[in-house]
Each structure stands twice: as C-alpha cells, then as structure tokens.
C-alpha cells in the first residue's frame, strides 16, 4: 500500500515479521551494512503488534530502531535502542517555499545539547520522482528538491556551525549504542 493508514489496518503481523526478515538477510547477502531499522513513513508504528514485531526484528538483528517517531512515544516504554534521539524533527507541509530556511532555524535554533534527528526528504526533483510520488503532492519532488538545496545550501551550513551542531548519521548512533 502507498499509505501507511493502510498498512496499519491490513498488515498482518506474521507476514509483516517474514518480509522485514527476508529485506534484512537480502541486503546482508548483498553486502549492505545496516546501522538501524527505519519504519519508512512510520508504517510499522501503526498498531501495538506492529510495534511488538519491529522491537522483536530490532532485538533479533541488534539493530537500534528510531522508536521516538511514534505518534504515542511517550506512552511507550523504551529500550536503549529505541531511545537514541531526544526529539525528531522535521519541517511539514505548508511552508512557503521563501520561509524554508528561516523555518529550519526557528525549529533548530532553540535546542540545548542533545541527540536530535532532523528528518530530511532529499530528491531532485525529477520525472522519475514526480512519478514516485504523485499520490503525496504535499512530500512530492518539489518539497524533496527544496529540502536537498537547503541542506546543500551555503546559509544552512553556517547556520549549523555557529550553532553548534555537529552532524552525526546512524551509522554513528549504531556504534555508541553497541558500545
């Protein structure tokens, strides 16, 4: 399904469990290594059995999992691979396209130390994109291109600098939390 709404109301569990296995051991096979398990559009947070299945994945792989992106996190209880970032964030539809810097630093600006991931959706806005994403105009090509010249972009950068932040991906949050 291309909406996770109805992952969440089809997916059985047990099928959903065989997939993530036979996509894990196929890019191992392939020789990709893996820092973390990702719920691509949070399709595997819609339902407690959902969750259950990708803690258990999670555990059997002893890959973290970014569980913080749940819409009821806070009503979880969560390990320490499930608890790696502070806050996600992450600009949403509605932003002009002249207020996209400005909206990045209004939301990162007032964060104290910490681990944070900043979702990004990078893409060039292209024929094959435009395709891939016609059923979600509001995340479409347009947005995806906007978001990859921002975080390319010379004021961002500097932006990240004199605030101080240091760029860490989760290959990086991977190797701290198997420490």
Do not use: C
């Amino acid at each position: 399904p291309l909406l996770e709404s109805q992952v969440a109301q089809h997916a059985k569990p047990a099928e959903v469990e065989a997939e993530l296995h036979a996509q894990i051991d196929r890019a191992r096979n392939m020789g990709i290594p893996l820092s973390h398990l990702d719920t691509h559009m949070g399709a595997l947070l819609g339902t407690p059995e959902l969750i259950q299945v990708y803690r258990r994945v999670s555990q059997e792989y002893r890959l973290p999992i970014p569980l913080k992106r749940a819409k009821n996190s806070d009503q979880l209880t969560l390990a320490p691979s499930e608890d790696l970032v502070d806050e996600v964030l992450q600009i949403t539809p509605g932003v002009p396209p002249n207020q996209w810097l400005k909206t990045y630093e209004n939301m990162l600006q007032p964060l104290g130390p910490g681990v944070y991931e900043l979702i990004v959706h990078l893409a060039y806005d292209d024929e094959e994109m435009r395709g891939a994403t016609s059923n979600h105009p509001a995340w479409g090509a347009a947005w995806r291109q906007r978001d990859l010249d921002m975080v390319k972009s010379p004021e961002f950068r500097q932006f990240l600098k004199d605030q101080g932040f240091v760029l860490v991906g989760w290959k990086d949050l991977a190797r701290a939390w198997t420490k």
